[in-house]
């Protein structure tokens, strides 16, 4: 999903990973409504449909944005995506992603993370959540929570690994050129940011 102010490498870090599966996984941009949806950075991207247009994915990647930049609280956005979350087989967030998906209260009691130099917010905007300090992604059942902006791609490998294969995921990894961090607890930004457990 795609909204205003959304972090681009949150969006297509992951977004990159899973195109190289073409004939496993089809992609859909969805946006508040379809056509041009700006980034933070000011560059925009096309949603191909408008999420008054369904909620049944069978993957849904929530994508995060700087603070108080995503829509929190009061956006309408929250009951579609708790709908979209609720009906998918997996939900990977991004970032402060994971505020988004905390605050439909489908993350209440659940393991996840988020970005750690805005640790403290996310945890304040939902704290029902068990959300863990030191991690680069976290999976709890159906839902794959990461930290930071480049940690989505870690993750997103995680899910491929998981869904297709290790060695699928290696190859997706090598052909991208990328250094895959595969240990999911290996998370220097929480000591950066000096984040503790809640």
């Not at 089809?26 to 909620?55: C, H, I, K, Y």
């Not at 402060?96 to 750690?116: F, M």
Request: hydrophobic share 40%; proline share 6%.
């Amino acid at each position: 999903m795609v909204y205003p102010n959304f972090e681009l490498l949150d969006l297509f870090g992951p977004v990159e990973m899973f195109g190289w599966l073409a004939n496993e996984f089809e992609l859909t941009l969805v946006g508040p409504t379809a056509g041009p949806v700006r980034s933070n950075m000011g560059v925009a991207t096309v949603a191909d449909r408008a999420m008054d247009e369904g909620t049944a994915f069978d993957i849904l990647l929530v994508p995060g944005g700087w603070g108080r930049t995503i829509p929190v609280d009061t956006d309408p956005l929250l009951p579609w995506l708790k709908e979209a979350a609720h009906n998918a087989e997996r939900v990977l967030t991004v970032c402060t992603g994971s505020a988004l998906l905390a605050l439909t209260g489908l993350l209440d009691g659940r393991r996840a993370t988020t970005n750690k130099a805005l640790f403290d917010w996310v945890v304040e905007k939902r704290p029902e959540v068990d959300w863990q300090a030191e991690a680069r992604w976290v999976c709890d059942g159906k839902y794959n929570t990461s930290s930071g902006v480049s940690a989505g791609m870690d993750m997103a490998l995680g899910v491929i690994a998981e869904l297709i294969g290790q060695d699928k995921a290696e190859e997706v990894a090598q052909g991208c050129e990328y250094i895959w961090q595969r240990d999911p607890t290996h998370d220097p930004f929480a000591r950066t940011h000096r984040v503790q457990q809640p």
